[in-house]
């Protein structure tokens, strides 16, 4: 508890970055990994202690990853836009807005998730519903879903209070309070199932305890802080902070969301193929995530350092930070995703012991993992893009489209660029959902195998039409890589810039755009 006891900020103005931005990715990293231990110690405990029905609770849990990473994942995203907000204020040293924006985001948490806990309960078998949950395990989700949906406030409160400390560079206070929380979770976990014969449901209840208690302890640092500090009477919506933070981080909630929201349209095909697909898919995920987090951990560290940065009018320092997190998350990813490959199949064995259900837990991992180079860069420039405070939603897309625009014609751009995003990528999922579907049905028809081999070949079929499309998507994307002729401009007769537009240098290869004088 000593380390807790004093705020700790990094410098992400002066220095070296090559050895800071590890030190803060790291931690979030490792942070996100302990959050989904939560999860997984739930599958776990239930898988090993809970007799016959083990298979149908460890596929109830997993039934409910895709809607609670839905509902998550849009307030981490409001979070990150609290977060940049804050990183932005304290480069430019306004410890007023800095003020603002930590109680509003508080205020924001915690309102957000009354909201989800009474909404959810109302739409929580509706949900069960549309997943196409099957029978025996339908029962046992709806309350582990239900539960869970309670404990929104304290859970929704972690994540902003854990974005606040990371706007200063702390990101090892947030991974203190989760360690401890988590340890908490498994004891109550084996308390409740051992000892007092409880199911789903009292995995759950240890869940969301156990979020209570990192909530709190955020919470009671918070308020004994200096650089970011709560007071409990100052407690209110800013109108002008939740702007700001709604303006960055919705466009970001909302990015993610649309991924979780694919997941749940998988989630209901993996479905309706029965329990043992269920298991296996909900095993593999909660170990295919701890890639994920360390992937998405430079991300975050991108926004925090480049909204720093940023404020502080240091724009070289943002892009030396955008091209380390792209080299530095390659190596990190590449070392994690060998690690859970390595050592996969014996870690799956721990949440269920059946061959089958880790066959086809192991084969989703080699499939999946085949597609993170796409989502690193992704990540980062997206990271990247939100440290300026652009809340897009389709980094690589802005990041060479909208780079020769005025700052007055961005945001145009950028909506019309996010709508095309968002149609497209609604189309690409009812694309894959389709080809799925019907090669299934088509195995399923045509060969003599098990449920679970007919899932395995019907997503191997619609990846590798994917694939296909992705590399013919590609080829045009080369020729805008070509060098121009060298010139004075590079363009004939272009026009002086006026003061409103882009400015370049001849030691500044990439367009940044001032919004205050230097």
């Known amino acids: ?12 103005l002066n220095g070296p970055l090559w050895n800071k931005l590890p030190r803060y990715a790291l931690p979030v990293a490792a942070t996100g990994i302990l959050g989904q231990l939560f999860n997984a110690a739930d599958i776990a405990v239930v898988g090993n202690f809970t007799g016959d029905m083990r298979t149908a609770a460890v596929a109830a849990v997993g039934a409910n990853s895709p809607v609670i990473g839905l509902i998550l994942n849009l307030f ?10 804050i990183a932005n204020a304290i480069g430019r040293g306004d410890r007023e807005t800095v003020h603002r924006a930590v109680h509003t985001s508080i205020v ?5 998730g009354v909201l989800v806990a009474v909404f959810g309960q109302l739409i929580a078998a509706g949900l069960m519903g549309l997943l196409n949950v099957p029978e025996d395990v339908y029962p046992l989700a709806l309350a582990y879903l239900r539960i869970y ?4 406030p304290v859970i929704l409160l972690y994540n902003f209070e854990a974005a606040i400390f990371r706007s200063v560079g702390d990101t090892k206070v947030p991974l203190i309070a989760l360690t401890i929380s988590g340890v908490l979770n498994v004891i109550l976990n084996l ?3 051992i000892v007092l014969k409880m199911n789903v449901n009292g995995v759950a209840i240890a869940t969301v305890l156990s979020n209570a208690v990192s909530s709190v302890l955020l919470l009671r640092r918070l308020l004994h802080g200096d650089l970011v500090r709560v007071e409990l009477r100052e407690l209110r919506i800013d109108r002008n902070a939740f702007n700001k933070i709604m303006r960055i981080g919705l466009p970001a909630g909302i990015q993610t969301a649309i991924f979780s929201l694919s997941n749940i349209i998988i989630q209901s095909a993996i479905n309706s193929l029965g329990t043992v697909v269920m298991a296996a898919s909900s095993a593999a995920f909660n170990i ?6 360390v992937l998405n951990s430079f991300s975050q560290a991108c926004t925090t350092f480049v909204g720093q ?20 998350d390659f190596i990190a990813s590449a070392v994690a995703i060998a690690l859970v490959l390595l050592t996969g199949k014996y870690i799956l064995a721990i949440f269920n012991s059946d061959p089958e259900v880790i066959a086809i837990g192991y084969t989703r991992l080699l499939f999946l993992f085949g597609s993170y180079i796409f989502t690193l860069t992704y990540e980062i420039l997206s990271g990247y893009l939100r440290g300026f405070g652009m809340g897009l939603t389709f980094a690589p897309l802005n990041l060479f489209s909208l780079k020769n625009l005025t700052q007055q014609d961005m945001a145009a751009a950028a909506g019309i660029s996010n709508s095309i995003k968002q149609l497209a990528g609604s189309i690409g999922i009812a694309l894959l959902t389709v080809i799925f579907s019907a090669r299934t049905s088509y195995h399923a028809a045509h060969e003599t195998v098990s449920a679970a081999q007919t899932y395995v070949e019907g997503v191997t079929d619609a990846l590798r039409v ?10 045009p994307l080369l020729g805008g890589f070509r060098k121009k002729r060298p010139g004075k401009s590079g363009v004939k007769g272009a026009a002086t810039p006026s003061p409103g537009e882009a400015v370049s240098g001849k030691t500044d290869k990439t367009t940044i755009y001032r919004t205050k004088p230097e």
């Open 1 to 12: 508890m000593q380390a807790m006891t004093k705020q700790r900020h990094m410098d992400m």
């Open 76 to 85: 981490i995203g409001i979070a990150l836009g609290a977060n940049v907000v």
């Open 108 to 112: 924001t948490a915690l309102i957000g």
């Open 149 to 152: 949906l309670l404990g929104m």
């Open 191 to 193: 308390f409740f199932v």
């Open 288 to 293: 295919e995530i701890i890639a994920y987090d």
């Open 309 to 328: 940065n940023y404020g502080a009018g240091k724009i070289d320092r943002c892009k030396k930070t955008m091209f380390l997190c792209l080299i530095e």
């Open 466 to 475: 994917v694939a296909v499309i992705t590399l013919a998507a590609l080829l």
